[in-house]
């Protein structure tokens, strides 16, 4: 299983930025794609997570409303679209895969890609 995110950078507070996460080595249908975040000195938080195969999604209260998981089964990728982005989503991203179940915490993926780094100016 391999998972690379990208699509990370600098934006303005209120700004937006769509990261994209490619899954390859396993059926993608058959996993549970998570979101997560880390800032230095905090453990990491999971913010979404989607069932590629019903489209099922679930969110972290901080995020809800702002954020937007999806997939596209053609091209193997998750997304998470992030809206109204403020310094407080400033964090290194990461997308998990996790054949069992829509979770949020990280203990419960094994599969992990190497992190995007989003950053938002005031």
């Known amino acids: 299983v391999q998972l690379v995110e990208s699509g990370g950078g600098l934006v303005q507070a209120g700004g937006s930025l769509r990261l994209s996460c490619s899954a390859s080595?396993?059926?993608?249908?058959?996993?549970?794609i998570g979101w997560f975040r880390e800032v230095p000195g905090k453990e990491r938080e999971g913010i979404a997570c989607?069932?590629?195969?019903?489209?099922?999604?679930m969110y972290t209260k901080s995020v809800r409303g702002r954020f937007t998981i999806s997939t596209d089964s053609a091209k193997n990728t998750a997304y998470l679209q992030m809206n109204s982005l403020t310094p407080e989503d400033t964090a290194v991203y990461y997308c998990a895969a996790d054949p069992v179940a829509l979770r949020l915490h990280p203990r419960d993926y094994d599969y992990w890609g190497q992190g995007t780094r989003v950053t938002v100016s005031s």
């Open positions: 989607i069932s590629p195969r019903d489209g099922v999604t």
């Open positions: 080595g396993y059926k993608f249908d058959d996993f549970v």
